[in-house]
């Protein structure tokens, strides 16, 4: 531990039992209360802002902000004597001499930030532990401060009726450390800690920096890949550690929401925009928390938000279309974002309008499942005419020869390296030209001749001129299949046919792991999860267990889908607990549902392993190999290296 003498220090520790309590001098600025949780932000003059999370189960959580006026030290104490141990959850564990006294959870390391004024981090580094000095009395830590950074810190208190929650932090399973990718950052959540990488000062943050903006910014869809990957470690562990973290990004969505029902991101521009796709995630999240449990504050936060995504549309010819953000609501206002476009009014849609089809189809997805979960049907003629502008641009087969011969060529520029490199010189010298000067005129052929579905079947992602979207070929067909999922009628099948076709025939799921397309991969993960549990096709098994292999090999977590709770596919009470494997090397993919019992077990390592189970044992299984053939040997369960072992029962 570093020693730094004389460095000095703000005039008197932070007692963490005021931390837990607002105090006499506190100024409320606001309260988030239900029958199960309660939220209330305080700022202190001359000591910080703090914002505290109270659980019916007795335990808090607090979230503290410091503004030092200078570096030195920020000094925390507690009544008694604590050690400091590692949590095997994550972070450290303070735990009392004395069992009368609380225990405290650290979950991460505290941090030094700045902030714009629309409270999107600009900057932030881990702050340093200087001293942590127990006695009979008293246990002080000591944090490095410095001038002009904001301190942040998360702590947790659970009391000694509050044993079980120790309890729940003191053990992990394989399954719990294993990385989960997550639908916004495209980066990986491992367990309960690593919550509060993405939920900070009681917002979620995407855990990313806008390459071009050197900003990190508020995400929803963030939190509710959390929050899906909460509700599947819940029912794999039986932690209820896990029901309250789930409580708290409820909380955190539901805090951060506008007055007029929306959720503002500025991620292009300082007006602070909505991104819908984000608005749908808190829409989605807070439909799953109300079925699982109905909160007033939740539906009422719920219902706001159903109206403004249901105004956030545009009229076209074939039928009323969904916004991607709130910047389409004129030309003036897409300006301001700097994105590369062209006003036009393909379909008879307005000239801001790009229709963007993932989050249009996201849109339908979200206010259908508003439908389900409250019984409120008042949007669903707008869904209806959504749904049929799906259909009719989806059907738009014009200008067949022209791109034919367009997305052969642009083919080439999506083989990995080793297949690009033996291609003769010729078609080498056609790649180069068709990524420098074709791919970036397409927009002119799409404007003239709309399509969306491609020869070859390529989603696209939109009509207008944006880049070059093959990555959001995997989200398009993720969000088609939920739409399927909800309204089986409508005929996607050949659609979703071929856009698998343009995966699994050709060298594009190479071609995304040489690229490091962690959003393209990780959603096709997703989308194969969404097929698998859809129908029961052999091929939909195989073609996940391989994009998990790829998945594998760029270092990528796997979608909180596949651990068998996505609020969308399995009902609160159908859920089938996800295995832990033995050997954390296995990946697994649970397909289950009610009393249709489905796990997909897959090796990534060179290895042969040897299928043993650590938690939620599943007996009965009939298990059969990657080539379809039944396991006669029930003794005895091994995954082939690079291989995968499907279990039905």
Not at 485 to 511: C, M, W
């Amino acid at each position: 531990m570093e020693d730094r003498g004389a460095m000095p220090s703000d005039p008197s520790p932070f007692a963490l039992r005021d931390v837990f309590e607002a105090r006499n001098d506190a100024e409320l600025r606001s309260e988030v209360q239900s029958d199960l949780f309660a939220r209330s932000r305080w700022d202190v003059a001359g000591r910080g802002s703090f914002i505290l999370d109270r659980f019916r189960d007795l335990a808090s959580c607090c979230f503290l902000r410091i503004a030092p006026t200078r570096t030195g030290i920020a000094r925390f104490a507690l009544d008694g004597a604590y050690g400091m141990e590692s949590c095997p959850c994550g972070g450290w564990l303070l735990r009392p001499r004395d069992t009368n006294l609380a225990t405290y959870w650290i979950p991460r390391s505290p941090a030094l930030r700045t902030r714009d004024s629309h409270d999107r981090i600009l900057s932030e580094a881990p702050a340093s532990l200087v001293a942590f000095a127990p006695n009979a009395a008293e246990t002080t830590v000591d944090i490095a401060t410095r001038s002009g950074f904001d301190l942040e810190c998360v702590v947790w208190r659970l009391p000694p009726e509050a044993s079980e929650l120790v309890e729940n932090l003191s053990t992990a399973f394989a399954l719990e450390g294993q990385p989960v990718f997550m639908l916004s950052s495209h980066r990986s959540f491992r367990g309960p800690a690593d919550l509060y990488v993405y939920l900070i000062h009681g917002q979620v943050y995407e855990d990313r920096f806008d390459q071009l903006r050197k900003r990190k910014i508020c995400s929803e869809l963030e939190a509710y890949s959390v929050y899906v990957a909460l509700h599947g470690l819940e029912a794999a562990t039986g932690k209820a550690l896990y029901r309250l973290l789930k409580r708290q990004i409820v909380l955190s969505v539901i805090a951060r929401q506008a007055p007029d029902g929306g959720w503002r991101h500025g991620e292009w521009t300082d007006d602070m925009e909505s991104h819908f796709r984000l608005h749908n995630a808190a829409m989605l999240l807070l439909e799953a928390a109300l079925e699982e449990t109905p909160q007033e504050p939740i539906r009422n936060a719920l219902e706001k938000a159903a109206s403004v995504l249901s105004r956030s549309t545009d009229k076209t010819d074939i039928g009323i279309w969904f916004f991607h953000d709130s910047l389409e609501q004129s030309v003036e206002m897409t300006e301001k974002s700097g994105i590369r476009w062209v006003p036009s009014r393909e379909l008879g849609k307005s000239p801001a309008t790009k229709m963007i089809l993932n989050s249009h189809l996201d849109a339908i997805v979200t206010l259908d499942r508003y439908r389900e979960v409250t019984g409120d049907d008042q949007y669903g003629r707008q869904v209806e005419s959504a749904l049929g502008a799906t259909r009719r641009l989806l059907a738009l087969r014009p200008a067949e020869w022209l791109y034919r011969t367009l997305y052969r060529a642009v083919g080439l520029t999506l083989l990995p390296e080793s297949e690009a490199r033996q291609l003769p010189l010729v078609l080498r010298a056609l790649k180069r030209l068709v990524r420098d000067h074709v791919i970036p005129r397409l927009h002119n052929v799409k404007r003239r001749f709309p399509r969306m579905v491609m020869p070859g079947g390529l989603i696209e992602r939109h009509l207008s001129r944006l880049h070059f979207g093959v990555n959001y070929h995997s989200v398009n067909v993720a969000d088609l299949a939920r739409v399927w999922r909800r309204f089986p009628r409508e005929n996607f099948q050949t659609i979703i046919a071929g856009a698998i076709s343009a995966v699994t025939d050709t060298s594009l799921l190479k071609y995304w792991v040489e690229a490091k397309q962690r959003q393209a991969l990780g959603y096709w993960v997703e989308a194969l999860y969404q097929l698998c549990t859809l129908a029961p096709d052999r091929n939909y098994r195989r073609f996940l267990a391989e994009a998990v292999l790829a998945a594998s090999d760029a270092a990528l977590g796997l979608p909180p889908s596949l651990l068998g709770a996505h609020p969308e596919v399995v009902k609160p009470t159908e859920r089938v607990p996800c295995p832990s494997p033995l050997d954390a090397r296995l990946r697994i993919a649970n397909l289950s549902n009610g009393d249709r019992r489905e796990i997909l077990v897959i090796n990534p390592t060179a290895d042969e392993i040897e299928l043993a189970w650590e938690e939620n044992r599943v007996d009965g299984l009939v298990w059969s190999s990657s080539d379809h053939q039944p396991i006669s040997d029930k003794a005895r369960l091994s995954v082939p290296s690079r291989g995968w072992l499907v279990g039905k029962g």
